[in-house]
């Protein structure tokens, strides 16, 4: 009775064998899908680096990763101001994604998709890359024009206000992108780019605003009058990043305001050693041939911030002041003003950052304000 009882027995013995060894492997292939997850989505989030290719940390981390890969990176910021004699406002100023996908070791493409306000959504650069060596590199389409600090290291934790400095908003009007075509590299412990870009839309010129109306940003740009832009910076000195740029083109393109001849210079110096994080900016633009008045702008700025954490790798607190003039020619409808900053940025990891700003106005172009800023990059 024991040996046909046995015999019953056997077909739900297998059956029980073949089920355990079905959830093993069920199990097996979950861990594997799991790797295979982890380990893509290591690619696609490439970690934070320093910059590179005349980029910030996040826009530039599609040249880290791996070949064959996409690359993700963004950053944001929401911004509490409270103007003196006008209401208090919250704004999602911008928030960003970065796409970009290396083809291999020679080429690259990168992109930054902007939404600014909760409901403007624009390009601010889409550009292909060929990597020839460290001496030369090609840039071809839309990308970040080569002046002043800001304009291409414009993530929150590279710059230390809860805003951007007068100047480079309306001389050298960041974030500023244009079409075209571009040659950089490092020769001789110098970095160099050269560019010829679309020009500027002049129509949009004057008035408070400064050049910042005539930026096209590839969005059909009127491409008549194209620009040329030269940037040199001596970098072989840990931490410190010292240069100038220049920029030349017409920007009447052939509507009837004159040619529109626009000429911006500017000289840049950038320290960050030690607990100390100092930078100043010189800048200059004229516009000559132009039906409505020719205009002559400048603007200045300098700070410096001291890390009174700076005994911490993990994090750093910064004090710092700014006094910055702008003059957008008053002559012509722009404003002529000096501004004094007390804030303070705090960074308790490397993705994120808090900043305050308390800005005075001297002749109250602007209104008086406190800002709060937090930011983020990944």
């Not at 990168?110 to 889409?126: G, T």
């Not at 040199?232 to 920007?251: C, E, H, K, M, N």
């Amino acid at each position: 009775m024991i040996a046909p009882s046995l015999l019953l027995l056997l077909p739900l013995i297998a059956q029980d064998d073949d089920s355990s060894r079905l959830d093993d492997l069920e199990l097996k292939l979950d861990a594997l899908v799991e790797t295979v997850e982890n380990q893509s989505l290591v690619e696609v989030f490439t970690p934070l680096g320093d910059g590179s290719h005349g980029l910030g940390p996040a826009a530039s981390k599609v040249y880290d990763a791996t070949q064959g890969t996409l690359s993700v990176g963004g950053y944001g910021e929401a911004k509490y101001r409270a103007p003196e004699g006008e209401p208090n406002d919250f704004d999602l100023h911008r928030s960003v994604l970065y796409f970009g996908y290396k083809f291999d070791d020679e080429f690259v493409f990168n992109s930054e998709i902007e939404l600014e306000h909760s409901d403007e959504v624009s390009v601010e650069f889409a550009y292909v890359d060929y990597l020839h060596s460290d001496a030369a590199n090609f840039r071809g389409g839309l990308f970040l024009v080569p002046m002043g600090l800001i304009n291409a290291y414009h993530e929150p934790t590279t710059f230390l206000g809860a805003d951007r400095p007068l100047t480079e908003r309306y001389i050298l009007p960041s974030t500023w992108s244009e079409g075209g075509a571009m040659v950089y590299g490092e020769v001789g412990g110098f970095d160099y780019r050269a560019a010829i870009v679309t020009g500027f839309d002049g129509s949009g010129f004057g008035g408070t605003s400064g050049l910042r109306g005539g930026r096209q940003g590839g969005n059909r740009s009127l491409a008549e009058d194209l620009a040329l832009v030269l940037s040199v910076d001596y970098t072989d000195t840990p931490g410190l990043v010292l240069g100038g740029s220049i920029y030349g083109g017409d920007a009447g393109q052939n509507q009837g305001g004159g040619s529109m001849q626009t000429t911006i210079y500017e000289a840049h110096v950038d320290y960050k050693e030690g607990p100390w994080w100092a930078r100043a900016v010189l800048s200059g633009a004229t516009v000559d041939d132009r039906t409505a008045g020719e205009l002559d702008l400048s603007g200045w700025y300098a700070e410096v911030g001291y890390d009174l954490l700076a005994s911490d790798p993990e994090q750093s607190f910064y004090p710092f002041v700014r006094y910055e003039e702008i003059d957008t020619d008053i002559a012509t409808g722009g404003v002529e003003d000096s501004a004094f900053t007390l804030g303070a940025f705090y960074q308790p990891i490397d993705h994120l950052v808090l900043k305050a700003d308390v800005t005075d106005y001297d002749k109250d172009t602007h209104a008086d304000r406190v800002l709060l800023t937090l930011g983020w990059i990944f």
